[in-house]
């Protein structure tokens, strides 16, 4: 994700609010460095301008392209629709 994106939360929040990215700091984070197992791995820090005036820092896995979840509801509510209808069918013939 780059600055200018429209984005989301990916984990469960109260409301489904857009942002947009503002600023973006990466960096090497080392895991377990006390290891033999040693190793290290680049770690996104998104700072994100919400739609509600609030601002916030989340890691790159936090965050989700607001189109793509916009697109899974729409997905979810026509399979929820679908089963409503079979379901209307099953009670109407019985």
Same mark, same amino acid.
């Given at each position: 994700m780059k600055n200018g994106d429209i984005v #989301?939360? #990916?984990y469960? !929040?109260? +409301?489904?609010?857009?942002?947009? $990215?503002?600023?973006r700091h990466e960096e090497q984070v080392n895991i377990d460095p006390e290891s033999a197992e040693s190793f290290s791995c680049s770690q996104a820090t998104l700072t994100?301008? !919400?739609a509600d005036g609030s601002i916030s820092h989340e890691l790159d896995? *936090?965050?989700e392209y607001? *189109?793509?979840i916009i697109?899974?509801?729409k997905r979810l509510? +026509?399979?929820?629709v679908g089963v409503l209808h079979r379901l209307t069918r099953? $009670? #109407? +013939?019985s």
């Open positions: #989301a939360r #990916a469960m !929040w109260p +409301e489904l609010i857009s942002g947009i $990215v503002i600023d994100i301008a !919400w896995i *936090e965050i607001f *189109e793509y697109d899974d509801q509510r +026509e399979q929820h099953q $009670v #109407a +013939e």
